[in-house]
C-alpha cells in the first residue's frame, strides 16, 4: 500500500466519508477538517 492509499483509508474510516453528502462543499469543508486534524497531530505513517 502506498502513502496515498494509506492516507485515503484513514480519511474514510475517520471521516465516515462512506455517507452521503449532499454536495462538493461539505465534501472539501471534511476534508480540510481531517487535514487540519493530522496536521496539527504531526500523524506519521509507519
Same mark, same amino acid.
Request: aromatic share 2%; charged share 35%; proline share 2%.
Given at each position: 500500500? @502506498? +502513502?496515498?492509499? #494509506?492516507? #485515503? /483509508?484513514?480519511? /474514510? =474510516?475517520?471521516?465516515?466519508?462512506? &455517507? &452521503? !453528502?449532499?454536495? !462538493?462543499? @461539505?465534501?472539501?469543508?471534511? #476534508?480540510?477538517?481531517?487535514?487540519? +486534524? =493530522?496536521? +496539527? +497531530?504531526?500523524?506519521? #505513517?509507519?
Amino acid at each position: 500500500m @502506498t +502513502q496515498v492509499e #494509506i492516507e #485515503i /483509508s484513514v480519511l /474514510s =474510516r475517520c471521516q465516515c466519508l462512506e &455517507r &452521503r !453528502l449532499p454536495d !462538493l462543499e @461539505t465534501l472539501l469543508s471534511e #476534508i480540510e477538517a481531517w487535514k487540519k +486534524q =493530522r496536521n +496539527q +497531530q504531526k500523524a506519521k #505513517i509507519d
